[in-house]
């Protein structure tokens, strides 16, 4: 017989008495990797790190943290897209260096995180899937952009 345990945000499994074992469950879903939240911060813009951040911290038990961050960040990362098309607005070049700053904090905070996850047996989740929605994205943006003129 075995129980679940939540103990300070980890997930871990007491096995019964006569084996004596304590093991951690393992995430079945891969995670992101810090240096693909940060290029997709630096090179999409902001919003696209956090939301793979949010899936992250979704994918390690997290679920409401991470829900939130995926709300707000894909709200956010679809508005800046839309705003970026459309309007064909550019970020101020403080706006880009605070960014910089928030893509950095982002990499450092998910890096011990994301190792200790691998060491475990996580997987590495592949970088180009969010890549094609954000493509996708952009290309209905711009058929949108089109058919208004």
Request: net charge positive; aromatic share 14%.
């Amino acid at each position: 017989m075995s129980k679940h345990i939540n103990l300070l945000g980890y997930s871990l499994w007491v096995e019964s008495p006569k084996n004596g074992t304590l093991d951690r469950i393992s995430p079945v879903q891969p995670l992101y990797s810090p240096t693909v939240l940060a290029a997709y911060s630096f090179i999409v813009n902001l919003f696209s790190g956090c939301l793979l951040y949010g899936v992250n911290l979704s994918r390690r038990g997290k679920k409401r943290q991470g829900r939130l961050f995926v709300l707000i960040s894909g709200m956010g990362l679809f508005l800046s897209l839309w705003n970026a098309t459309l309007h064909g607005n550019r970020q101020e070049p403080l706006v880009f260096l605070f960014d910089g700053f928030i893509v950095i904090s982002l990499y450092r905070m998910e890096k011990p995180h994301f190792e200790r996850e691998v060491r475990r047996g996580c997987q590495i989740a592949r970088w180009w899937p969010p890549f094609i929605w954000i493509i996708l994205t952009f290309t209905i943006l711009w058929v949108c952009k089109f058919l208004q003129q």
